[in-house]
């Protein structure tokens, strides 16, 4: 193989693995923000009874004596 081909195959190579590579990380990224909402969800889910039982009935009473 002359000297031209076999720059050519690790070329070929490197950038091959940094695509898989991108690749690799934007799944990883995908993941982490997947868990991240999923974290936030329940988070924000602690605090749905709270804001049921104190602010929206004030508010739909508000409303109603506006309208």
Do not use: V
């Not at 193989?1 to 934007?26: I, K, V």
């Not at 602010?55 to 409303?63: N, R, S, W």
Request: proline share 1%; hydrophobic share 25%; glycine share 2%.
């Amino acid at each position: 193989m002359s000297t031209s081909q076999s720059q050519s195959f690790a070329h070929d190579r490197r950038t091959r693995r940094q695509q898989e590579d991108l690749q690799r990380m934007r799944f990883r990224r995908a993941i982490e923000d997947y868990c991240e909402r999923q974290r936030l969800s329940r988070e924000i889910s602690d605090f749905d009874d709270i804001f049921k039982s104190e602010f929206l009935p004030q508010a739909t009473g508000q409303y109603r004596k506006s309208a």
